[in-house]
């Protein structure tokens, strides 16, 4: 299926640029409005990149699937307990149920939480989750058969609080690099279920707390624009290592 740039998409998205020196690319196209540009840099850094997915789109990469998930912070590791007992719970103390004492767990936390915050970490985890989806997703078991993987793109951000990393992944159901390696399921309920109750299971670095949100995709030049969001100088949230391209 071919697509077209789909101006009227974008009609309600703008973007806020903070320098008014900032010269438009000659192919410059309407901006996710959750972007601020303070500079030429960022700027380009981020049309580059959103040309490129778009011109991806164009190749032929369609994607349906919109899917988000998260990674497994330190605090998922413990237990809660709680400490006292006071009326109505005023002022109680919580602690942790640990397997070996606080002063050895502490640098543990610490060193996961640096992990939820390195990009390559971050990477390293999104490599093995990029192989248990083309095995349990497409039915692709041999991980070095790159020529049978469906193009796929993994984007991490950090979001608001700037905490952790999440990815933002965009799947087709048409493996258009090798259509006899297509998508295994056909309704959202089948590959939420998936992802459920197999995929997140078989990597332990999925979050155990947080769901797996998983929507329809009704425009990739939308989603792309969406997911391209924290580009800039300073980070690109498309994984250039684990996304497969067209």
């Not at 006292?84 to 005023?90: E, I, Q, S, V």
């Not at 192989?131 to 058969?145: C, F, P, Q, T």
């Amino acid at each position: 299926m071919e697509h077209r740039f789909d101006y009227d998409a974008y009609q309600d998205l703008g973007v806020i640029m903070k320098s008014n020196k900032i010269r438009l690319h000659k192919q410059h196209i309407p901006l996710n409005s959750n972007l601020i540009l303070n500079s030429q840099e960022e700027y380009d850094y981020h049309i580059e990149t959103l040309l490129f997915l778009n011109h991806q789109i164009e190749l032929g990469f369609n994607p349906k699937w919109f899917i988000t998930f998260h990674y497994k912070h330190p605090s998922e590791r413990y237990k809660h307990r709680k400490e006292t007992n006071n009326p109505l719970g005023f002022k109680d103390r919580y602690g942790m149920d640990t397997a070996s004492t606080l002063w050895k767990e502490i640098p543990k936390y610490k060193f996961y939480e640096r992990k939820r915050k390195d990009i390559d970490a971050v990477e390293a985890d999104c490599y093995e989750i990029r192989n248990v989806i083309a095995k349990e997703l497409y039915g692709i078991s041999r991980i070095n058969h790159l020529d049978k993987f469906p193009p796929m793109f993994f984007f991490h951000e950090l979001g608001k609080v700037k905490l952790q990393y999440h990815t933002h992944l965009l799947l087709p159901d048409i493996n258009i690099r090798n259509n006899s390696y297509n998508l295994r399921t056909e309704t959202q309920d089948e590959l939420e279920a998936t992802f459920d109750n197999s995929i997140r299971f078989k990597r332990k670095c999925f979050s155990t707390w947080k769901k797996i949100h998983i929507r329809e995709i009704d425009n990739p030049f939308v989603a792309v624009s969406y997911v391209n969001k924290e580009t800039s100088r300073e980070h690109t949230s498309l994984d250039w290592n684990n996304s497969i391209f067209l």
